[in-house]
C-alpha cells in the first residue's frame, strides 16, 4: 500500500518509497512496479502525475484526479510557486554552513542546453565517523536541508556533487566508495535524499497547503546512529 499523506476529490499526496519508480520511462530501465499504477489501483479510479521524484528518491509526490488539476498544478511548479525542503546526507561538511548553488544544468540529457539552476542548502548537523577510507582515518558527513528553486533533473543531486559533497547513496553522481561505506556499517542501501516538505497553493480552493512526508525506517534509524534530530515545526517552511 502506498502512504497516502492528504486526499480530497482534486488531488492526493503520496509518501512515495525509495526505489520505486513514479512511472514507465526509457530512465527506469527494469523497473517491474510503478507508483502511479499501484496507486490507480489502490483507489479504483485515474490518476495523474504532477510533477515526478527520482527512483531512489523518497517523499511527498502529488498526484491529480483529473488532467485539468494536473495542468493547474504543474504550471505552479514551472512558475516556481511551490515551495520545497529536502533532507539529504552528503558526504563532508560543506562551506558555508548556509549558502546557494547557482549553476547551469542539462535536462536528461548531459548535451542538451544549459538553464539557470538555484539550489539554497543549510546545514542542520554534522558528525565525524571513526571508519578509515582512503587517506583519512576519520569520515565526515552532514545532513543538509535543500530548497531548489528550480526543478532541473536530479538538480539536487547534481549540485551537491558539483561543489564536492555527493550525496550519499547517489549511483550516477556520488561516490562509491562512500556509498559503499554507509552500506556496510550502516546497514543502509538507500539515497539519502528525501522530498521532507511541500508547499502549494491547493489548484481547486487556492487554499495554502502544506504537507510533510514522514522518513522511513532506513533514514530514521540512520539519523539514530549519527546522533541526528530533525528541526521542529515549520523552521524554513
Known sequence: MIEILYQDDALIAV???AGLAVHRSKMVGNAEEFLIDLLREQVGDSVYLA??????????????RSKEVAAALGEQFMGRAVHKQYLVVVRG???PAESVVDYPLPGSRETGPRREARTHYRRLA???????????PQQRYALLLAEP?????????????HIHHPVIG????GRGDHNRLYKQHFGCHRMLLHAWRLRFAHP???????????????????????GWSLPMGSEGA
Request: with cysteine.
Open 15 to 17: 509518501n512515495k518509497p
Open 51 to 64: 510533477h515526478r521524484l527520482d527512483r531512489a528518491t523518497s517523499g511527498v509526490l502529488l498526484i491529480a
Open 93 to 95: 561538511w560543506p562551506e
Open 126 to 136: 554534522t558528525v565525524e565517523v571513526p571508519i578509515a577510507l582512503g587517506r583519512y
Open 149 to 161: 528553486e528550480s526543478g532541473r533533473f536530479r538538480q539536487i543531486r547534481k549540485h551537491l556533487a
Open 170 to 173: 547517489d549511483c550516477q553522481h
Open 204 to 226: 481547486v480552493t487556492g487554499a495554502t497547503m502544506e504537507l510533510e512526508a514522514p522518513l522511513d525506517a532506513a533514514y530514521v534509524e540512520l539519523l539514530e546512529r549519527v
